[in-house]
């Protein structure tokens, strides 16, 4: 049985730079045509005209990716599946920090030029789609389309023993029916080597809120939660905090379990604004897309996006010439 992994304090600053890095660049796409470093104080020349993207489900897939990146170092059988398609420019933003980006498209490389193209190219006509997509390494479904991640999950790890597949299901995702229907495929599938299938992890990741409301899972008690993954045949591991800590015991954890799947609460667009205009953003459904859709015309949300980018200090992650220090 394996429970946790002794994790140092230099594993836990690193899980903490590279969350810091894609969240910059998440939030660099989905505004920024110009001014990538800030090196220049913020103007409204340098936000795009046509702001169009999701921030809100973006922090929580940064921090579940690095937390796996690290959990499986050198350990070649993960693979992910990511349901929320429309969290792409988080998905676009660590494929473009591992460099997957750039063996497929030179201009993106770990520079300047490339965070300029990565975030220009963003939901621009003639550059990437808002949602993940065939043009995205890996990715073999359009994005949009939500519901169909945990049975692919399962079917990938039918008669592949080598592998552990973990897939980041959105709560709002899990009203579909076909999240639902796939959800018996915890009794039906037997996810272990003996059985000759990989191992299935199912993060389920409840952050509340799906485009302009509440979500059914999310506003269910946590005994309602429990019950309901037991039932469909899983053992719930929840993850309250996101510290790296916690996260990384939590990935332990499920190794020892036959089905295991993690409940990951998190608030919807942590990290972002807290209030704009008076009304609150974070952790609300009114982080689920763009949270600063003035941010190119009024003074207000020019500053808090202003605030917002330098919170991350991208400044101590990356040096033009020397590279990222994540
Ligand atoms: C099959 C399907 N139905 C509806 C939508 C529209 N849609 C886009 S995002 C979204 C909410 C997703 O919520 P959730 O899965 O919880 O993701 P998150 O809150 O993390 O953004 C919905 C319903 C869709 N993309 N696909």
Same mark, same amino acid.
């Given at each position: 049985m394996y429970i946790g992994v002794g @994790?140092? #304090? #230099? *594993?836990? !600053?690193?899980?903490?730079?590279?969350?810091?890095?894609? *969240?910059?660049?998440?939030?660099?796409?989905?505004?920024?045509?110009?001014n990538f470093l800030?090196?220049?104080?913020?103007?409204?020349? *340098?936000?795009?005209?046509?702001?169009? +993207?999701?921030?809100?489900?973006?922090?929580?897939?940064?921090? @579940?990716? !690095?937390?796996?990146k690290l959990f499986f170092e050198n350990r070649p059988e993960l693979q992910?599946?990511?349901g929320p398609g429309h969290g792409f420019p988080a998905l676009q933003a660590n494929l473009f920090l591992d460099g997957e980006l750039e063996k497929v498209d030179p201009r993106l490389g770990r520079n300047l030029s490339g965070i300029e193209v990565l975030c220009r190219e963003f939901s621009a006509p003639g550059g990437f789609p808002s949602h993940a997509s065939p043009m995205t390494?890996?990715?073999?479904?359009?994005?949009?389309?939500?519901?169909?991640?945990? #049975? =692919?999950?399962?079917?990938? !790890?039918?008669?592949?023993?080598?592998k552990t597949v973990a897939v980041l299901i959105g709560d709002g995702e899990f009203e579909t029916g076909t999240t639902l229907a796939s959800m018996n495929l915890g009794k039906l599938i037997k996810t272990a080597k003996e059985a000759g299938n990989g191992r299935v992890l199912p993060i389920l990741h409840v952050n509340g809120y799906k485009i302009s409301g509440p979500t059914v899972f999310g506003r269910k008690s946590e005994r309602e939660?429990?019950?309901?993954v037991r039932g469909f045949g899983f053992t719930p591991i929840v993850i309250e905090k996101e510290s790296p800590e916690?996260?990384?015991? =939590?990935?332990?954890?499920?190794?020892?379990l036959e089905n295991p799947l993690i409940i990951f609460k998190s608030e919807k667009g942590e990290t972002g604004p807290e209030?704009?205009?008076g009304q609150k953003v974070r952790g609300n459904y009114l982080a689920h897309q763009i949270p600063l859709p003035e941010a190119g015309r009024d003074e207000e949300q020019l500053k808090i996006l202003g605030d917002w980018l330098r919170s991350y200090r991208f400044e101590e992650l990356y040096e033009? +010439?020397?590279?990222?220090?994540?």
């Open positions: @994790m140092t #304090g #230099g *594993d836990e !600053a690193k899980i903490r730079r590279r969350i810091r890095a894609a *969240d910059y660049l998440v939030v660099a796409q989905l505004f920024l045509r110009s800030l090196e220049q104080p913020l103007q409204f020349n *340098d936000v795009k005209p046509r702001l169009l +993207g999701h921030w809100g489900t973006c922090h929580g897939i940064n921090v @579940m990716y !690095a937390n796996l992910f599946i990511l390494p890996g990715v073999v479904t359009e994005g949009g389309e939500l519901g169909y991640a945990l #049975g =692919a999950a399962f079917g990938a !790890a039918l008669g592949h023993p080598e939660q429990n019950e309901l916690k996260i990384q015991y =939590a990935l332990g954890r499920a190794e020892s209030t704009v205009g033009e +010439g020397k590279g990222f220090k994540i």
